[in-house]
């Protein structure tokens, strides 16, 4: 099937996948996650065993990969010792189960895709005015409102920083300063033989 981009202006498509598909946006971000965790999982094998000398620096590729015809052909050779066997094993095991993963994330987007160009003719107005008006614009509103006080209070955060750092001594504190080096400069005028 080919893949399918949804480009729609007055109702996006994750509005209706929001109100109407939560539970299959759900199935897609696990299969995602689940994916990704083993893609790590993977990554972490080769970092820890596949550098020199490591167990499956010998089923890499040449350009520094691990692929999962690499690691067939290293099991294949009968040059691997029992623990390299195991590792590689267990590492084919987590490719494949990372494309399992792979596959079902893409056909749970693919479903999703679908239901959701379903689901545009069968809007009511109703549901229409609920999308656009509370799900879109009052949604954009309050987002903006929000980033609009943020702003402003951090402006005003700055500005008594500002304040506080210019008017942070107080007059009686400058007075005692002024007095105390007054006092030395008339000393240090008066050991130079200067009267003041």
Same mark, same amino acid.
């Given at each position: 099937?080919?893949?399918?981009?949804?480009?729609? *202006? #007055?109702? @996006?498509?994750?509005?209706?996948?929001?109100?109407?598909f939560?539970?299959?946006?759900?199935?897609? $971000? $696990? &299969?995602?996650?689940?994916?990704?965790e083993?893609?790590?999982?993977?990554?972490? +094998?080769?970092?820890?065993?596949?550098v020199?000398?490591?167990?499956?620096?010998?089923?890499?590729?040449? &350009?520094g990969?691990?692929?999962?015809?690499?690691?067939?052909?290293?099991?294949?050779?009968?040059?691997?010792? @029992?623990?390299?066997?195991?590792? +590689?094993?267990?590492?084919?095991?987590?490719?494949?189960?990372?494309?399992?993963?792979?596959? /079902?994330?893409? !056909?749970?987007?693919?479903?999703?895709?679908? /239901?959701?160009?379903?689901?545009?003719?069968?809007?009511?107005? $109703?549901?229409?005015r609920?999308?656009?008006? *509370? $799900?879109?614009? +009052?949604? *954009?509103?309050?987002?903006?409102?929000?980033? !609009?006080?943020?702003a402003?209070?951090?402006?005003?955060?700055?500005?008594?920083r #500002?304040?506080?750092?210019r008017?942070?001594?107080?007059?009686?504190?400058?007075?005692d300063r002024? &007095?105390?080096? !007054?006092?030395?400069?008339? /000393?240090? +005028?008066? /050991?130079?033989?200067?009267?003041?």
């Amino acid at each position: 099937m080919n893949k399918v981009r949804l480009v729609a *202006d #007055v109702i @996006p498509p994750r509005l209706i996948v929001a109100r109407f598909f939560p539970e299959m946006q759900q199935a897609v $971000d $696990d &299969a995602q996650a689940k994916a990704e965790e083993l893609g790590r999982e993977i990554e972490e +094998l080769i970092e820890e065993h596949g550098v020199e000398c490591g167990l499956m620096a010998e089923a890499m590729t040449e &350009a520094g990969k691990l692929t999962a015809a690499s690691l067939k052909a290293r099991q294949k050779s009968g040059e691997a010792e @029992p623990e390299e066997v195991e590792l +590689l094993k267990h590492a084919s095991k987590i490719m494949s189960a990372e494309t399992a993963a792979k596959k /079902a994330t893409k !056909e749970a987007e693919e479903a999703l895709t679908e /239901a959701t160009l379903k689901k545009y003719p069968e809007l009511t107005e $109703d549901e229409i005015r609920t999308l656009v008006v *509370d $799900d879109k614009w +009052l949604t *954009d509103i309050a987002e903006l409102i929000e980033a !609009e006080i943020e702003a402003r209070t951090e402006q005003l955060t700055a500005r008594v920083r #500002v304040l506080t750092e210019r008017y942070g001594h107080t007059l009686p504190e400058i007075s005692d300063r002024m &007095a105390a080096l !007054e006092a030395k400069v008339s /000393a240090h +005028l008066a /050991a130079m033989g200067i009267s003041a």
